[in-house]
């Protein structure tokens, strides 16, 4: 695995864009957020997804998916927004937030058959530079260890995937709680599927 070290507060242009190139070559990259860090992938590449659900131990046809994006423009290609949910999501995103919404027709077919896909536009440099640089979503999911206080620590994640994941951009300390997670599908009547380190008002 290669460490790519970015400072907090910084931008590495140059790091940001080895770690797309992986991305767009079928690797896998781990990745700071607002929340914890992530394993991410090309979500647009169906064999890379398979690769990184076979990491974390994920079955891709029961457990939910969830993309991260540069942006509300780049995530309207891949979820369908209606004006109630825009408003919402332009109110709390960039933020530690994961959003449920109607999955569009564009994903590959690891999505197929599912009804809703997880939003997330973190409130991370780092990751929205990812997604854009690699100019499309990444599929992503939190890192997992056997000791909850080691979520934060980038040494502890490289050494648990050392040998799983291909690159890590080490941003410093991230975080141990998730992110919130709102179901979107109704927007007249989002509900908190799960509480974050940030509270949803609705």
Known sequence: MKILKIYPGQIDERHIAEAARTLSDGGVVIFPTDTVYALG???????????????????????????????LSQASDYVRIDNGAFRTLRHYLPGPFTFLLPAALRLPKVFRGRKTIGLRVPDCDIARALAGELGGPLMCTSVSLDDPDELAEPESIAMRYAS???????????????????????????????????????
């Not at 890379?48 to 991260?68: F, H, N, T, W």
């Not at 410093?172 to 008002?201: H, K, N, Q, W, Y």
């Open 41 to 71: 992938c090309d979500a647009l590449n169906h064999r890379a997804i398979e690769r990184m659900c076979r990491i974390k131990g994920i079955d891709p046809a029961a457990q939910p998916l969830s993309l991260v994006c540069a942006d």
């Open 164 to 202: 799983d994941a291909d690159v890590i951009i080490d941003g410093g300390t991230g975080g141990i709680v998730g992110s919130a997670i709102v179901d979107l599908t109704d927007s007249s009547a989002p509900e908190v599927v799960r509480e974050g380190t940030v509270p949803f008002e609705g």
